[in-house]
């Protein structure tokens, strides 16, 4: 039976990792063109969208509805993005130490994206508004939810 509502959708691998340490993986359902900007949605663009909970297809079949307040990271494969860098839009690079709630700590790169007469990573830090911050890392990008930064140092 055909379906005239449904919305096709592709899917991105990613690992969770949970407020009481579990692991999740499974697929993220995203679909071929973003919201707000240019470009296919990605995992950034469901977990900062303000919707509390999204699906997530797990290996046994079943699909999970998962509550992004208690999710603490996502790992996702380094994907090509469409469109200019953040580099190319005048977003200066920052290569910084997370620490996060448990102690778990992760390095990497944001991108500074902020006024020219706050170019800190305090000012970047304290004028996120995104439920999870972009850290560029070698294994691939990681979603990090801002609750559960306890610190942040630079490297550079």
């Known amino acids: 039976m055909n379906n005239d509502y449904r919305i096709e959708k592709d899917r991105v691998a990613v690992v969770l ?55 603490v990271e996502v790992a996702v494969e380094a994907i090509e993005e469409e469109g200019m860098t953040a580099e190319e839009l005048g977003a200066r690079p920052a290569m910084i130490e997370i620490v996060l709630a448990g102690g778990v700590v992760r390095q990497g790169s944001v991108f500074l994206e902020v006024p020219l007469d706050r170019p800190r990573l305090l000012d970047f830090m304290n004028r996120l508004h995104t439920r999870f911050l972009t850290l560029h890392t070698a294994e691939g990008i990681r979603l990090l939810n801002r609750n559960c930064i306890e610190r942040v140092r630079p490297l550079d």
């Open 17 to 71: 990792t949970t407020t009481s340490g579990e692991r999740i993986a499974g697929d993220m359902f995203v679909q071929p063109y973003a919201r707000y900007r240019t470009g296919r949605e990605g995992a950034p663009d469901i977990m900062n969208h303000p919707e509390p909970y999204f699906p997530l297809a797990v290996e046994t079949g079943d699909t999970l509805i998962v509550a992004k307040e208690r999710v």
